[in-house]
């Protein structure tokens, strides 16, 4: 049978090792995945069954560990220096054969704990059907606790049993331990990117560091929940098929439900249906879920993302301000430990009070004329050198929307609130109430990536009608992201809504930088790729 190394890999009379031939495609990993199956049916003919029903589970590895150093720092080891006895289950991540005795460690979903096989403790029978395992198996072990010379705490294997037979080899790498710190510094074996992403199973399996990410997010997203639950709001579900999509300037998902022979939408923003939850008299309400917008994938978008999005009676955008500013400090604080997080090449500081600045002075400085005084010819000029003829289908909302990602955005590295936008940018949002000309909106950046967006949100149904209709007109003469009129929203408006202020948080961004991740596909589970060479469907 063949044996397991230190590497992760078979001996070299299983031709070549696991972690090149898995991406590889090669004879070399066809057969390997026949050998393997040739396993699971030795294990079938022995009468054991190789994917099991159930392990009763003593301890997860961390918590096996601590209670054989608990045992320790009391003196309860008995004389043979031994504590207790586990049961501790999970994948084989390495394996190193001595005669008559084999080391491995396994991994579990709280960490890793190694193992200790003797052949004089198992018996031959049991010791010989460890020929039958293979990196990646899942077993479910039984023993003492033990420290060896080198002083690792291990399992001293009495009895052991296989929970799932891995039938295709993990891309697990070299792994070598610095001698000096002990430290594990793991060679990875799967090294594209993309069939990470794809096979993110694969990834979360070998990667500890990408199930920590993911941690980290479910951490964020509670950190969230219990900020907003705390302040008396309340959380709600609205609908993901839409027959009118609104709330922000995207293009959407469309779909037809055959029994209504009607098309639907994917939402592309929760917006429209929380305010009508306002309108109703739910004071503070708030939703995460995902929207859906029809645009170009980057290391910032992806088709299908997470949002919060969150309302308040009786409040506008500076009262938001303040609030989304103690939110984002206590998250950061929360999930990593501090208000300073590494985010690429900077330190972001999360301590409020936030940086603010004004759209129309920033922009107007960033092309050393003001905004206002230019013409839409003279903006979609300015605007042609950055998007090119696509300028020439964008109203003036979009082109200054433009400009600014591309000559401001980048520099707004702390966070930093963008106040004050243009009527043209901010179809549901307030009139400025010091200037007609603007809107009472901010924007959140952090390291040049919007993060936040939130208003005194519009509640005269004649004006948001009339804003409305010129989104329209402007969709009539080409622009395909504008807003569509919503006439039951107008409709739940006209019967009234309270001065309200409305914030949406991206938290795949907010991941993204908490976390230090470049792409927004790192903080994804299973983001949207291109279709597989050869994948039908």
Known sequence: MTKKTTSGAPSPSASGTESSTHEAGTDDESHLLQVRRQKLEALKEKGVTPFAYQFDRSHPSHEAIRLFEEAESDER?????????????????????????????IEDGYGRIQLYFRLNVLGEESFSDLDLLDLGDWIGVEGPLFRTRTGEVTVQVSDWTILSKSLRPLPIGKEEVDPETGERVVHSGFSDTQGRYRQRY???????????????????????????DERDYLEVETPILQPVYGGAAARPFTTHHNAL?????????????????????MERVYEIGKDFRNEGIDRSHNPEFTMLEFYQAFADYSDMMDLVEEMLHRASVETTGGAQVTSGDHEIDFSPPFRRVRFVETLSKALDHSIHELSDEELRERARGIVGDEADQMGRGRLLDKLFGALVEPSLVQPTYVMDYPVELSPLAKLHRDDPRLTERFELFVDGRELANAFSELNDPLD??????????????????????????????????????????????????????PSIRDVILFPTLRPEEGATG
């Open 261 to 281: 022979d009607t098309r639907l939408y994917l939402r592309i923003a929760d917006e429209l249906y929380l305010k009508r939850l306002i309108v109703g008299g």
């Open 464 to 517: 948001q009608r009339g804003r409305f209709e010129a989104q329209a007109r402007l969709r009539a003469a080409g622009d395909d992201e504008t807003h569509p009129v919503d006439e039951d929203y107008i409709r739940a408006m006209e019967y009234g809504m309270p001065p309200t202020g409305g914030v949406g948080i991206g938290i795949d961004r907010l991941v993204m930088i908490l976390a230090d991740k």
């Open 202 to 228: 694969a990834d979360l399996a070998v990667h500890p560091d990408v199930r920590e990410t993911f941690r980290l997010r479910a951490l964020l997203i509670r950190s969230l929940r219990s900020f907003l």
């Open 77 to 105: 080891l008995d004389d043979r220096g031994q504590a207790g006895s586990v049961r501790v289950a999970g994948r084989i991540l390495s394996w190193r054969s001595h005669g008559k005795s084999a080391f491995a460690h």
